[in-house]
């Protein structure tokens, strides 16, 4: 079996499969309405039958004594996450097999939602327990404290706060 930290391109695919399935938790949460849903929604999107499938394969491969090349297996789960829709696509994100550079998903919260909602409209379980309104309002919820974070921002430039230099000191590391 070959560990997903010994290898950092089966790593990356690792972080990948769960930076998916914690936003397919995650959201699904957030736009359910929790009086009419039973039991656990999409629980790391283990109720999708097309996420669980998906997860099977790649759970078998991991697990494979038979599989000892971490290069193969690398390649392998990446072509199953790409075969999903991807959130994170901006060149920022840097899944590829073979990068020496690393990997930051880099992912805005109206990208994911509306990822979110493409998701939910091909997921009979999402789109039946899905509510746009709630989505929505938690799209204004990470806007205004996105505008609540950049106009504390200015405002530390303006006033020689530290938050800014902070801010600017995470931006200028070279994830």
Known sequence: MVCSYRSPDVFKQYWRCWIHASLVQYLSQLSSD???????????????????????????AVTDENVTSPADLAQYLKATMDALPDLSADEESNWEIGSPDACCPFIRPDKSMAWFERLASTEPILAARTRSELLARSIQRFRAAEDELIQRYRASVADGTPFHRGVDFIRSQPF
Do not use: D, E, K, V
């Open 34 to 60: 929790p009086t009419n849903t039973p039991g656990l929604l999409a629980h790391y999107g283990a109720s999708l039958p097309s996420w669980s499938s998906q997860l099977a394969r790649m759970y078998q």
